[in-house]
């Protein structure tokens, strides 16, 4: 399950905003192509303006066990009226 998108939603009709995508991450290099950007929590951080994700990558690296693997933060830079 790759990649990992964030995409703006309209909250008058619930549907997402064209061309709001944004690509957060995908499969790398070296990685297994196994791998699921899986297990996620995300966290609004009011006071900074911020989405902080946090994921595991699931069966990240071949000939290993699935859950011998990275857990990544992401931190998403959300627009305020100063900055949009």
Avoid: M
């Avoid at 297994?32 to 990240?60: H, P, R």
Wanted: aromatic share 10%.
């Amino acid at each position: 399950r790759f990649p990992l998108y964030v995409i703006e939603i309209d909250p008058e009709t619930g549907l997402a905003i064209r061309n709001s995508r944004v690509l957060i991450d995908t499969r790398r290099t070296g990685e297994s192509d196994k791998v699921q950007l899986s297990n996620f929590c995300i966290l609004e951080n009011c006071e900074a303006g911020t989405l902080e994700i946090y994921l595991s990558k699931l069966d990240q690296f071949s000939g290993k066990h699935k859950y011998d693997c990275e857990t990544w933060k992401y931190t998403v830079y959300l627009p305020t009226d100063e900055n949009e």
